[in-house]
């Protein structure tokens, strides 16, 4: 059983940046994937980032690439999503995840899941 704890998230104004922290424990974090996950009031989850186990792969939703960067420490048993260029839009509950082996950018496809961190985005 894998506990993931989120933290880092708060109110930016736009164009500012935040960076989340997401911290594992109760299993080998070394053999997950990770990713970040969001969900705006009324709207479906949806997939932020990913990275794998090794993290020499990553893989970014369009609406965040080239403003947002995913990586992870492993001996530290930690996952980062830095955000810069923040946009109003980004708003959202940010939901860190890990999945067995391989990356995923599907919400289902995740075994677990935080409790989620709170982003704010003022215009």
């Known amino acids: 059983q894998v506990q993931l704890v989120e933290s880092g998230g708060g109110l930016v104004q736009a164009g500012g940046s935040l960076r989340l922290s997401c911290a594992a424990s109760g299993g080998t974090f070394s053999r997950y994937a990770m990713g970040w996950f969001r969900q705006a009031p009324g709207k479906e989850r949806e997939f932020v980032a990913a990275i794998s186990w090794s993290g020499q792969s990553t893989r970014y939703a369009d609406s965040v690439k080239g403003r947002f960067t995913i990586s992870r420490e492993n001996a530290k048993n930690t996952v980062y999503l830095q955000m810069n260029s923040l946009k109003p839009e980004d708003t959202a509950v940010y939901y860190c995840?890990?999945?067995?082996?391989?990356?995923?950018?599907?919400?289902?496809?995740?075994?677990?899941w935080g409790q989620g961190t709170q982003v704010t985005v003022s215009s």
């Open positions: 995840a890990a999945n067995w082996g391989t990356m995923t950018d599907d919400p289902m496809g995740s075994d677990y």
